[in-house]
Structure formats: structure tokens, C-alpha cells
């Protein structure tokens, strides 16, 4: 079964403009990590954020966490086009610990045009 | 060390017939993943190990499934009497224990004619 819920499914913007991908998901977590994955590709980790973070950036991302509201959001600045692809929520459940396995969502499909 | 690396990138197989897949991690990962994913899709979790040691397993790995991690470095995969169903990207995935992401090895492809 998946857990996360991305919001939206899918996502078009201007090369320059910023992204927002949300994010959902029903049970208490240990920690929620962000994936990207370009067609056909395996998946690359972007940004870990644990249960008692709220707040993390990396370069270009930054990924927020609201455990009472149980959602996350990713933003993406200045986008380019090569942030074209997939990106995938995953949660690592709190009851089995940081490197559990992880529960993706179904993904958010972001073109950036150029 | 290259990441992890999927052998073959591509199968097709008659429905049926057995495939095997393998995977190798970072040397250093002493955890390992298989995850199946279809056409529009999350990466579904099927496996997992921790060195030698297969800690959990999908009620999605049904018993034509089976995985093996024999000395807690490459793993295989295995599908017996493939089904059309099984069609899916395989994935694997590597870490070391404590809070980091996975890193994914680029797939393999099955398709079941």
C-alpha cells in the first residue's frame, strides 16, 4: 500500500518560476525523504528531514514538515529545465526505526518549460 | 566505487519461464532493498535485507518470488513461472544504517510476453 500522497499529481511551470509539491501521508513516521526520477531512471535521493525537524534546505530545495497535519512540502527555486521529472515522497514509519523501508507515494510529474 | 549496479537493464521473458536479477550495492551499504515499480507508479517495497539477513517481506512477494543476499554484499532476485503481472521495473536499493536516503540502481526492466 502506498502512504504518502503527493499534491498535484502533476505540475508545469516556467523556467525561473519556484515549485511547490506537497505531500500527505496517515501514519507517525521516523523521517521523510524527497526523490527525484527522471524517465525510465532509477530514483535519486534529494532530502532527508526527521520527525522532529520542521525545516531543511539543501542548495536549491527546501523541504518543510508538519507532523500534527502529517504533510511535508517541497519547494523548488528558480527551477531549470533540467528539474524536469518525477518526484516522490517516501516516510520510514516511527515504529520500525530510520532505515526501515521507505513507503513511496505515487509521485508528482513536474515540467519545467524552458 | 560506481553506486549500485543492476544486472541485466532489460529482460523479456515468456510467461512461465524463471529470471533471476541481480543487484550490486555500495560496498560499504550494509542494508539492501528490491522495490517493483509499474507505469505511473510509486516504487512499491517487495524486500529487504540487512547484511545476510532478510528482515521483512511484501505480502506483494508472493511464493513464486524469492530473494538472497548470500554473503551480505550482491543479492539476487528470482520470479518463478512468470505471469504478464509481473511486467514492472525491479529496483534496487542500497544504505548504511542511521538516518540516510537510499541509493538506487537504475532498474531492471521485465516484460512478460
Known amino acids: 500500500s502506498q502512504q504518502g500522497e503527493e499534491d498535484p499529481q502533476a505540475l508545469s511551470i516556467q523556467e525561473g518560476e519556484n515549485a511547490t509539491m506537497n505531500c500527505s501521508y496517515k501514519t507517525s513516521i521516523n523521517n521523510l525523504q524527497w526523490y527525484r526520477q527522471n524517465s525510465g531512471r532509477g530514483l535519486v535521493h534529494l532530502i532527508l528531514?526527521?520527525?522532529?525537524?520542521r525545516e531543511k534546505h539543501s542548495g536549491r530545495l527546501r523541504v518543510t514538515l508538519d507532523t500534527s497535519k502529517k504533510s511535508s512540502s517541497l519547494l523548488i527555486t528558480a527551477s531549470r529545465a533540467a528539474d524536469t521529472a518525477s518526484y516522490f515522497c517516501?516516510?520510514?514509519?516511527?515504529?520500525?526505526?530510520?532505515?526501515?523501508?521507505?513507503?513511496f507515494g505515487k509521485g508528482i510529474t513536474l515540467s519545467v518549460r524552458p | 566505487d560506481t553506486g549500485v549496479s543492476q544486472d541485466p537493464r532489460h529482460k523479456i521473458t515468456k510467461r512461465g519461464q524463471n529470471v533471476t536479477f541481480r543487484c550490486d550495492p555500495i560496498s560499504e551499504h550494509n542494508r539492501l532493498y528490491w522495490y517493483r515499480q509499474t507505469l505511473g507508479q510509486g516504487p512499491e517495497f517487495l524486500t529487504y535485507f540487512q547484511n545476510e539477513a532478510q528482515l521483512e517481506k511484501s505480502r506483494l512477494l508472493s511464493d513464486r518470488f524469492s530473494a538472497e543476499r548470500p554473503k551480505g554484499s550482491f543479492s539476487t532476485l528470482e520470479i518463478q513461472r512468470t505471469e504478464q503481472g509481473d511486467s514492472a521495473m525491479y529496483l534496487c536499493a542500497s544504505s548504511p544504517t542511521g538516518f540516510h536516503g537510499y541509493t538506487f540502481g537504475s532498474g531492471t526492466r521485465l516484460t512478460v510476453v
Open positions: 517516501a516516510t520510514a514509519a516511527r515504529i520500525t526505526g530510520a532505515n526501515s523501508k521507505l513507503t
Open positions: 528531514i526527521r520527525s522532529n525537524e
